[in-house]
């Protein structure tokens, strides 16, 4: 092929793109929007879905985002195609505030003192010192606080996609229906057409 990728994008990344394109944050959420409001599913199930991404996203679980957003999506029959586009939630504008706000929370509800790093540096320091490391002074109280943040975020993001989908299934409803109603119309008027038109060739027969 000429426009061929000289490598080949691995499945993970190809899923990741086909949530959250390569584009600009704004083009990516009109594109994100469009996509589940396309998706084939019952109301709730595609707002369950999102819901359970946006759950996911709170959650210090780096890596297994999807495969969590899946398991609640099948827990509370949402479709798991918008649990996938749920999970864009958390990405690299909204992880920083994700993290500290979780964080922060979790040391509250644990009585933890805040002194030390904070949510913002746990990407780097993930990277740098793994999982086992960071247990106590990071993810342990970022699971407990992102709890409740995570319900809250799918709560709104439930109600949003589902009010969003009934007003997006209301337009279209009545775009079909004026479209059927102009090609009635439209039939209706050629039919009147044909038949003057073959009255006026039966007058002339007569006369």
Not at 168 to 173: E, K, L
């Amino acid at each position: 092929m000429l426009f061929k990728r000289r490598q080949q994008e691995d499945r993970l990344t190809r899923l990741r793109v086909s949530v959250l394109p390569r584009r600009n944050y704004a083009r990516s959420t009109r594109y994100f929007a469009k996509r589940v409001l396309r998706i084939r599913a019952t109301p709730h199930a595609i707002a369950a879905g999102v819901a359970a991404g946006a759950f996911a996203s709170f959650t210090p679980l780096m890596g297994f985002h999807f495969i969590l957003s899946f398991l609640i999506a099948f827990l509370v029959r949402g479709s798991m195609i918008a649990a996938a586009f749920g999970t864009a939630v958390g990405n690299p504008l909204t992880f920083p505030m994700i993290w500290a706000s979780t964080l922060g929370l979790g040391r509250w509800m644990l009585g933890i003192d805040a002194n030390g790093a904070d949510g913002k540096e746990f990407g780097a320091a993930f990277a740098a010192e793994g999982f086992a490391a960071l247990w106590q002074p990071f993810i342990k109280p970022m699971l407990v606080g992102g709890i409740p943040l995570g319900l809250v975020a799918g709560l709104v993001f439930y109600l949003l996609t589902r009010f969003g989908l009934t007003a997006f299934q209301t337009r279209r409803a009545a775009r079909k229906a004026q479209k059927a109603i102009a090609r009635q119309e439209a039939l209706a008027a050629a039919q009147s057409q044909c038949e003057a038109a073959n009255a006026r060739a039966g007058e002339q027969v007569h006369s």
